[in-house]
C-alpha cells in the first residue's frame, strides 16, 4: 500500500474515491491502495428511511449479522454498518480509511459507523449505565461499552446483549477492531426501505 522508494502510501480519494468505495467488487488496476471518500462528494448526504419494531418482538433464534445490510441507527442519525467484508477488502488489499468515529462514507450508504468509539453516546443514563447510542434494527436499544466509572459489562450473551430491569433486553457495543457494533440479532428485524423484498417487522399490541 506504499511505495517502496518513496514510503508515499497509495490513496485514491476525492469523487474516484466513492466511486471505488461504492463498488463491492474487485476493480481492474485498483489494489494495494488505502481508499477514502470525503463527505463534500456526497451532495449533502443519503437519506434512509427505516422501519423499526416499536416494540420489539424476540426471534426464535439469534440472526447473523453477515451481508450488506445496515444494522441499526444511532441517536444522531448516523447509521451503524454491518461488519466489513474482511474477505473482500483482503482479496483485494483495500484499505477503506476509517475516521476517529469508526466511521467512513460511501456513495450507497453515506456516512455510517463500523464501530463504536464514543461519539454517538447521547443518551446518558441516571444510574451510571453506560449511555445509549441507538436502536438495533430488531428494536432492542444498543448501549456504549464502559459504564461512567469505566466498568464493561459481564456476562453478556452471544449478541453481545443483558437484561435488566430498568432498560429490559438490550446491547451492548463490541469493543473497538472487533468489526461490530454488536453480536446478532435476538429480535425479528425491521428494514430500510430502500431495500428489495424488506417485509414490515412484526409489531407490537395495539397502541404501542
Known amino acids: 500500500m506504499y511505495d517502496v522508494n518513496t514510503g508515499e502510501i497509495t490513496v485514491i480519494d ?17 489494489d494495494n491502495f488505502c481508499l477514502e471518500c470525503p463527505l463534500e462528494e456526497l451532495g449533502g448526504g443519503i ?27 444511532a441517536l444522531n442519525g ?6 466489513a467484508p474482511l474477505e473482500l477488502i483482503l482479496s483485494s488489499h483495500t484499505l477503506g480509511v476509517l475516521d476517529d468515529c469508526g466511521a467512513h462514507a460511501n456513495p450507497h450508504e453515506g456516512y455510517h459507523y463500523h ?3 464514543g461519539c454517538s453516546e447521547i443518551g446518558i443514563q441516571e444510574d451510571g449505565h453506560s449511555p445509549m447510542i441507538g436502536y438495533a434494527l430488531d428494536g432492542y436499544a444498543i448501549y456504549a461499552r ?7 459489562p459481564a456476562d453478556l450473551d452471544e449478541c453481545g446483549g443483558e437484561t435488566d430491569p430498568v432498560r429490559g433486553y438490550h ?23 430502500d431495500e428489495e423484498g424488506g417485509e414490515r417487522p412484526p409489531q407490537g399490541p395495539p397502541g404501542e
Do not use: W
Open 14 to 30: 476525492g469523487a474516484r474515491g466513492c466511486e471505488v468505495a461504492g463498488n463491492p467488487n474487485p476493480i481492474e488496476g485498483f
Open 47 to 73: 437519506e434512509k428511511t427505516v422501519v423499526i419494531p416499536k416494540v420489539p418482538v424476540p426471534a426464535a433464534e439469534p440472526t447473523s449479522l453477515a451481508g450488506r445490510s445496515n444494522t441499526g441507527v
Open 78 to 83: 448516523v447509521l451503524f454498518g454491518p461488519p
Open 115 to 117: 464501530t463504536a468509539t
Open 146 to 152: 464502559e459504564d461512567k466509572d469505566g466498568n464493561v
Open 171 to 193: 446491547y451492548h457495543a463490541s469493543a473497538p477492531g472487533v468489526n461490530q457494533i454488536f453480536g446478532c440479532f435476538m429480535g425479528e428485524k425491521g428494514h430500510f426501505l
